[in-house]
């Protein structure tokens, strides 16, 4: 028997798939193409299959497959049983499904491991360890992480106005250019804030090598919706999304910025993110592994940067390897 959160992390595991709620039901598309749908009470699981190979698969086993109903009919289309399913055939399907409805090269790409595909290697103690040495010699760079930590002690909590402030001036310190409200005028982003943080107060905290499928689904759609915030003439946007849910959960989010996310992913979306969660969650377990038994804590020391979480060591790697290096 497979459940919603097993479609849902091999689904998002998928170049340029995305969820959505479409009428109580969960549903995976690429653009506008659903490829996957589950029943109101997730018990069936739809999924895209030649309309021309159907008839043989629901004769040969009617008890895991049956036809849709007859307005899908049209569309390459069946349906299957949740329960009857284990865990490597709905794997198959899935992917199977999201191949017809990528482009070849997209396809071709993830099944043999090429960059929009499958996880990066994992980067392995010696790079991180150079990586770290090289982003701790940039002048003052911990300075305004340091001060946002202060200014938020015990931590970041965007209920206060404050609090939003400093997040506010952090981002701004990073790049991200958004704009301070003039005297008189409403604080579009700190409102915006408030309203999201009302809704995600309660994400996920545990450590980014923890993290299950179902907390990486959690965080992705909180970016989701706070990248889509609007600030003005703009949306918030992908990067500072990324930031701000690192620094509320620095132990947890392993943030990007936009070299970051198209290097590895092409893409900057929810389903994306997810990817990105994923991959850092893989190199997390790997360096913690390598180092021999060694807690977050001791590794982090031991690799020069002492204090910081591994999710913020695995971020200041890719912007040495990747975003300095193209600058």
Known sequence: MVTVDDVRRLALALPRTEEHLVRDRVKFRIGRIVYLA?????????????????AALVAAEPEKFFLPGAGDMRYHWVEARMAALGVAELEELVTDAWRMCVPAKVARAHLEGGAEGGLPPAPGLARLRAAAEVFGAFPGVDRSWLALCADTAPGLDLSGAAHRAALHRWLNTWGCR?????????????????????????????????????????LAAAFG??????????????????????????ETVM??????????????DEAAFARHLTAGRAWARAALAESGGLDEAALAAELGRPGLPLAKLLDEYLYVTITHQGA
Do not use: C, M, N
């Open 225 to 250: 919706e706070l990248a889509a915030l609007p600030v003005g003439r703009r949306t918030l946007g992908p990067t500072a999304a990324a930031k701000a849910l690192f620094a509320l959960r620095p």
């Open 255 to 268: 943030p990007w910025d936009a070299a970051i996310a198209q290097r590895l992913w092409g893409a900057r």
């Open 178 to 218: 958004i704009r301070y409200p003039r005297e008189g005028e409403p604080d579009l982003l700190g409102k915006g804030l408030e309203r999201w943080w009302s809704r995600h107060g309660g994400l996920p905290g545990a450590r980014l090598a923890a993290l299950s499928d179902r907390e990486i689904g959690l």
């Open 38 to 54: 589950l029943s109101r009470d997730e018990t069936e699981l739809g999924f895209a299959f030649p309309k021309e190979e159907r």
